[in-house]
């Protein structure tokens, strides 16, 4: 087995569950106030980097959104500003 962890559970007021741990491949998300603190990721590397993406960007995932293992994380991120263009 493999155990990623970003960020840090301190402090939090709600987990949620992301798939099943008897497949031994599911996440773990912590949140306090409804932003992410931390994804402990077990098997699941694409959970991992875009929790940890999320993180370094200051963003989260609504709790609901993230519950749905059909859903993969990284859709659930912001999109990133575009960058304009010189003339």
Known sequence: MKL???GLPTGHD????RGDPATERFS???YRAERLL????VNSPADYMAARRALDQGATFPPRAAADVSVPLKTLLPSPPKEATAA
């Not at 709600?14 to 569950?17: A, E, G, I, Q």
């Not at 931390?38 to 990721?41: I, L």
């Open 4 to 6: 990623q962890i970003a």
């Open 14 to 17: 709600r987990t949620v569950l």
């Open 28 to 30: 773990v998300l912590y």
């Open 38 to 41: 931390c994804a402990e990721c």
